[in-house]
């Protein structure tokens, strides 16, 4: 065991460096200058050459890279060059609605998806497989973009059951700012809900052909105990996998889906950075992105020690 979680370890921290150094590099290769986008296009040469020596943009790439890398280390990721803001205040300030949204995207993908697949996997080959599987097939090819203007149209303009956007702030009325990320974290889980579901289905059918499966079943015990006891915990294995990469996929979709809900998260700020130039707030936002999902895969690898014995008994 102890062997296993230090090789991922290590793993996870080779993972970490490698984003870092191919974020810098693919952001510094952009055309462009920062100083000359805050200035603007009729900005005196002098005073753009003074901006980029203000802001450090004329020292050697590895030497910003090594002080973006400390920084980090520290708690320091600098100042935006648009909001004249710490990075981190910007950051912690989004993050307040990305991660909340993000994980009851997940938390929606994941009830929905383990219930479909196993309901489709326990009616193999019946009306409920082929009607669940067929939902799921329509899911997958589902924009979330699209499926947000949908859901907007439905429950915001006919039914006016939610804002059609905006977020209250979680001070004043936590339930109400709860309610306001309901439709962005349905749009962002149907797809990988589908995809999640499909997963479930194929591994609980495969479980559900072992030995020890007919053995419970000839004991007496029944097909829903079975399949909850036994089956289940055997199939997470691979839908676990998928669950930390879908993760990952929430958090990207977080970027369309905030700019549709005008909701004032992550993924809105690295757009509006974007637009800006703002290449310090970008390359925060973007490694944060990242680091989260090595996190997240980290903590898969130390779930499959819990969940997988096999994964013990590689360590001996």
């Known amino acids: ?25 693919v952001l510094e290769v952009l055309p462009g200058n920062a100083a000359q986008m805050l200035m603007g296009p009729d900005a005196a040469p002098e005073a753009v050459a003074a901006l980029t020596t203000q802001l450090g943009l004329d020292q050697p790439a590895l030497t910003r890279y090594g002080h973006w890398v400390s920084g980090m280390l520290q708690g320091d990721l600098g100042n935006s060059y648009t909001y004249s803001t710490p990075v981190l205040e910007l950051v912690l300030e989004r993050l307040a609605l990305t991660v909340p949204l993000a994980l009851l995207a997940m938390l929606i993908t994941t009830v929905i998806a383990l219930l479909a697949g196993l309901y489709a996997a326990s009616h193999h080959n019946k009306a409920g497989d082929v009607g669940v599987m067929s939902l799921a097939q329509i899911g997958i090819a589902i924009p979330n973009f699209w499926f947000a203007i949908l859901l907007i149209l439905l429950f915001s303009v006919h039914l006016k059951w939610f804002s059609a956007g905006g977020f209250p702030g979680w001070e004043d009325e936590p339930l109400e700012a709860l309610k306001s990320l309901l439709l962005p974290a349905l749009s962002l889980a149907v797809v990988q809900a589908a995809i999640l579901a499909r997963i479930t289905r194929s591994a609980v059918l495969e479980v559900m052909r072992e030995d020890f499966v007919r053995t419970a079943r000839a004991k007496g015990l029944s097909r829903r105990a079975t399949l909850w006891r036994h089956v289940l915990r055997n199939a997470l294995i691979p839908v676990i996998t998928v669950m ?10 977080t970027i369309v889906v905030e700019n549709v809900f005008f909701l004032p998260g992550l993924g809105r700020l690295i757009f509006q950075s974007i637009a800006n130039r703002d290449l310090i707030v970008v390359r925060n936002c973007v490694m944060l992105l990242a680091s989260m999902v090595v996190v997240v895969n980290f903590v898969v690898d130390l779930l499959y020690a819990v969940i997988d014995p096999r994964v013990k008994a590689s360590d001996i």
């Open 244 to 253: 930390g990469l879908q993760f990952a996929n929430l958090l990207a979709g």
């Open 1 to 25: 065991m102890s062997l296993f979680l230090f090789k991922r370890f290590l793993t996870f921290l080779a993972t970490l460096v490698g984003a870092s150094v191919v974020i810098f590099t």
